[in-house]
């Protein structure tokens, strides 16, 4: 196989030389998968291609009503940044995080349906979410 590669070789060196080289890109790319539970959002989200050594910030975002209950990365739990960020950098292998929420209230929900008897009245009707909070008896 030929060489054509330029022949930079110096020859009497009486000063100094600066020598500079750039190398393409590998091609190699690696997936983060990205997926949310109910009550909120993960952007981007789905399969996102990271460039080998290249990094990637998704934006964990709860629903109104709803807050931020866990972040996994691989299975791990990981700690988001103030703005609700997390960034993979030198990425080197596929990935996947996820996020799931809990009511703002922090408790367990409850979908309660009513509906107005025939001798009351009952002025919202539907459905109405209530949250129940996890009390613990101090005494």
Known sequence: MPNNRPNNKFSDVEADHTIAASFAGTGVTYTIHAEA???GYVTPSGDVTVPAGGSQT?????D???RTDRVLVDGGEVTL???GTYTFEGVS???IISASFTAAGGGDTMLLLYAA???GAIVAAGAVILILSRSRNRG
């Open 37 to 39: 539970g109910p009550g």
């Open 58 to 62: 998704f934006t964990v975002s709860p």
């Open 64 to 66: 109104s009503g709803y």
């Open 81 to 83: 940044s103030e703005e």
């Open 93 to 95: 292998a596929d990935h």
């Open 117 to 119: 008897l025939i001798v």
